[in-house]
Nanobody
């Protein structure tokens, strides 16, 4: 059982930054995706990183502002979020698929393990 734990969420002003972390024992074996879900909306994928960190993908709305990375020695994946906007407000989840980022895409049912989520609120 892979137990993912997110951390790093909080309240920030527009234009601010946060770094989210996703940690689990054995995480280095998995590609990891980041998803978010705003109140009343569907859960959507925003980024994914291969198991080695060699390839990354981003949803267009976060491209150039968010950066996904990983430190496999620490079994941790990060999401650096800069230039935050109110529309970034959501619960953020990390998730692990059985396959690669490209095969899993951002299809929620392709991700077998999920963290508990961490709240990000962007407001002045």
């Amino acid at each position: 059982q892979l137990q993912l734990v997110e951390s790093g969420g909080g309240l920030v002003q527009p234009g601010g930054s946060l770094r989210l972390s996703c940690a689990a024992s054995g995480l280095h074996y998995y590609a990891i995706g980041w998803f978010r879900q705003a109140p009343g909306k569907e859960r959507v994928g925003i980024s994914c990183i291969s198991s080695t960190g060699g390839t990354t993908t981003y949803r267009d709305s976060v491209k150039g502002r968010f950066t996904i990375s990983r430190d496999n020695a620490k079994n941790t994946v990060y999401l650096q979020m800069n230039s935050l906007k109110p529309e970034d407000t959501a619960v953020y989840y990390c998730a692990a698929p059985a396959s690669s980022c490209s095969r899993a895409s951002y299809i929620v049912t392709n991700y077998n393990y999920w963290g508990q989520g961490t709240q990000v609120t962007v407001s002045s």
